[in-house]
């Protein structure tokens, strides 16, 4: 299973929307075609947004050598949230601004590759560093899916499960099934089965008692957006996470690569927060499709993400290294020097 | 709509499983009947069940007047964590032995009345009590379902809310899903769209978030059983949201009769948490019925409740008055003198 690969002049993607009823690839060619498999989550997890969003710029520069600035502006409005789609955007758009006209095409496309290459090295980083910060923790919680569907190579927190897996360190996989959209229960479950990590699915709710009850070790998340100060934004119900990690006194840790920190973000008040169609909450995706879940017209907020502020993270692990505790200077040692502020 | 009243000898229930879908009527009859009623929820909430537990008991001794001690246990069999339940089942067996045989069923089955009434009376009274603490707070959060589909009346938490909006002094109610069985978005939606209070639905993982983000000023829950220091269970994802209301400094209350406490349990330590069939999270009730929502065969954990240490209840409202700080003490003094320790 991928993900996300480029098959020529195709982005081919499996659209996650379906998963674990049915595997289906998804061919998209151009800007628009990504923006909208990204906006309606068939492709998610922000360092795959942001490789995806690579790929869009360049598939439309191929076929419409003068679009650039308006592929760039398409797939910047698909999503707010996670900065990795900016990112790799502008570095996109900086490749193919940098050559003469005739070799654009090119040259994004190679910038393209390049960010698809880096991102999945920094998985792999990711897993050692993680697996070496949590070994001796076998009971580990996670929320959302942040695996091989969320990030090139085998994913981000979920990578650091896997690692841990596969030297045998883990013991048991919790799953909170992450609703709205039920990435835990369809995404993550899907993929702890075929890694054959034994695991448990809980409903979100049930998550806090479970860590207070003393059956969990460590909770680790994944990160849509880092603020300068380590303030996460990521999935609804990572705040709470947090809460209940610091109140048992596990470890909470967040997983991601370097792309999703943004340092122009001071702190997690400036970062904004999508908050997306109030259909999904009021339904449900089931093998049957969407399904209602309440009466119909119920008004609903529909958050995609919260914040977790710094003081509650134990570590952030990232394919430079970890910071922790998590604050402006060791989230600053991670980043290459040009971005630090 | 009046969740269970008796009807000759039928016990008539408003089968809680279907709503807001179908409102379907149950026609109860015996001990085993009520019994399987309360197990699949079709009639839940701790005063609601120990009222639906009395009159189970009774119809049982006016079919065979040789049934009380088998009645009793398939009623305390039904669930184990709301304390109701054994109460009014105690209380029943209590009237119906202190008669001759040829009375039993008479008494026990005025016994239920009266466990009946008085539920329904201490409802108006937490509404009462609630509504004067929590005057000035406008937007309020709930969780799970408290309404008149969980007790007699208007219900604990959302009898409170109703009482507050009746007054004007409410300008919406946020309330959480409440997964696995969808009590929020199901009953509770139901409720206040009947009662014609604003209302905005929430998944749970987004409940920390919301609170954090201060368009919160309270937090009202109801309980399944309070233990003597306080210590409070109640549905799962309640202790998140206590956590956040702290870490957000708004009042975390606690609204339920002085049934639902438990003297003879010291801490929540000794509170059994009864816990569900792992269908409850493979699966969705919607309006198609249950429709999957992970892979076959997942395995799942389900606790049906949560516990929430005393030391986050901001306030117990009883029909007997309120408890705050909430503590062995004053816990203790809400209760009649006999049931004191």
């Known amino acids: 299973m991928t993900a996300l690969r480029l098959d020529g002049e195709v982005l081919r993607a499996i659209d996650q929307t379906l998963l674990p009823w049915r595997e289906r690839e998804l061919e998209l060619t151009g800007a628009a075609d990504v923006a909208e498999a990204i906006r309606r989550l068939a492709i998610r997890g922000a360092p795959l947004i942001g490789v995806a969003a690579g790929y869009g710029v360049a598939l439309e520069l191929a076929r419409d050598p003068g679009a650039l600035a308006s592929a760039c502006q398409t797939m910047l409005r698909a999503r707010p949230t996670a900065v990795?789609?900016?990112?790799?955007?502008?570095?996109?758009?900086?490749?193919?601004?940098?050559?003469?006209?005739?070799?654009?095409?090119?040259?994004?496309?190679?910038?393209?590759?390049?960010?698809?290459?880096?991102?999945?090295?920094?998985?792999?980083?990711?897993?050692?560093?993680?697996?070496?910060?949590?070994?001796?923790?076998?009971?580990?919680?996670t929320h959302c899916n942040t695996g091989a569907l969320a990030a090139p190579g085998r994913g981000t927190a979920l990578g650091v499960l896997a690692e841990l897996a596969s030297s045998d360190q883990l013991e048991q996989v919790l799953v909170t099934e992450s609703r709205p959209l039920l990435q835990g229960a369809r995404l993550t479950v899907y993929e702890l089965r075929r890694l054959g990590v034994a695991h448990e699915l809980l409903v979100d709710g049930a998550a806090c008692g479970v860590i207070a009850g003393g059956v969990v070790d460590a909770v680790i998340v994944g990160c849509d957006r880092v603020a300068a100060n380590g303030d996460l934004a990521n999935k609804v119900g990572t705040y709470g996470l947090a809460l209940a990690a610091r109140a048992a006194g596990i470890p909470f840790v967040v997983a991601g690569p370097t792309s999703t920190i943004d340092p122009r973000c001071p702190t997690g008040a400036q970062i904004e927060l999508e908050e997306r169609s109030p259909e999904e909450v009021r339904s449900v995706s089931s093998s049957a499709g969407a399904v209602p879940v309440t009466a119909p017209g119920t008004p609903c907020r529909n958050p995609a993400f919260d914040l977790t502020p710094a003081s509650l993270i134990t570590a952030l692990v990232t394919e430079r290294g970890v910071a922790s505790p998590v604050a402006a200077e060791s989230v600053s040692r991670l980043l290459p020097s040009p971005a630090r502020a």
């Open 84 to 141: 990795n789609l900016a990112h790799a955007v502008e570095r996109v758009r900086r490749a193919a601004s940098d050559v003469p006209p005739g070799r654009q095409a090119a040259a994004a496309l190679a910038q393209a590759r390049s960010i698809h290459a880096e991102e999945e090295a920094a998985s792999e980083a990711i897993a050692t560093h993680g697996a070496e910060l949590l070994a001796g923790r076998r009971r580990i919680l």
